[in-house]
C-alpha cells in the first residue's frame, strides 16, 4: 500500500465553524480578531527555510534578518541557502556575516545532511506525518521540535499541530482561559485536545490574543 500524501493548507472556513461550535471561549475572540488567511503553496525549499529557522534563533527579527541578508549575498551560488552553498563558503566569511560558532555548526551539519541525502524535499515531506517529520527533522544539530512545529504550520499548512512550547500561544491561552499566569506546555497539550483536529488554527489565533490590543 502506497503512502498517504498530505495536503498543503486546510479549509480554515470549516475549522473555524467547527472550533467556534467546540469552544464558545475561542468563538468570541475569533469573531474578535477576524478571519486569518495564508500561503501554503508557495514553493519552498526545506534546507533553505531550515537554515533560515537557525539562523534566527535566540535574535530579534531585525538582527536576524541583517545577518541573514549578509549570509545569503556571500553564498556562492546565493541568493537560495543551498548544502553546496553552505559547505563552500569558508569560516571567516560566515563570520564576517555576523553568524556565531555554534549557528555556523548547525548550518554544516544540516548542509552535510543534506548531502547526504537525509533532509527530505518538500514534495517528500507531503508523505511524512507531523510526528515522522519532527523525528527526521530534528536529527539536525541545533533543530529542536519548535522549529519543526513552524514548518510545518507555516509551510505546509498542516491543520492540527499545537506549539505548546511557545510562549506566544501560552499567553494566547492564559488570556483566554483567564488565568494568572501562562498554563504550562504539559497542561496546554493536555486542555489543548478540545480543539484536535484543528489545533494549528487554534495556535495561529492564541498567537493573535495574545498580542490583541483593544
Known sequence: MGRIRHPRGFDIDRA???LARGDPRLA???????????????PFDPVDALARSILHQQL??????????RLRAALPGGPRITATGLRAIAPEAMRACGVSAGKRLALLDLAARAAAGEIPSSRALAFMDDEEAIATL??????????????????LGRPDVLPVDDLGVRRGAQRLWELDEAPTPKRLAIDGERWAP?????????????GWRD
Not at 28 to 42: E, N, T
Request: hydrophobic residues 50%; charged residues 25%.
Open 60 to 69: 530579534s527579527g531585525k538582527a536576524a534578518a541583517t545577518i541573514e541578508g
Open 28 to 42: 468570541a475572540w475569533m469573531r474578535r480578531v477576524g478571519p486569518l488567511a495564508f500561503d501554503w503553496h508557495r
Open 198 to 210: 484543528w489545533r494549528s488554527l487554534a495556535a495561529f489565533y492564541l498567537w493573535r490574543i495574545a
Open 16 to 18: 473555524r465553524r467547527e
Open 138 to 155: 530534528t536529527r539536525v544539530r541545533g533543530i529542536g521540535r519548535w522549529t519543526v512545529e513552524m514548518l510545518l504550520m507555516f509551510r
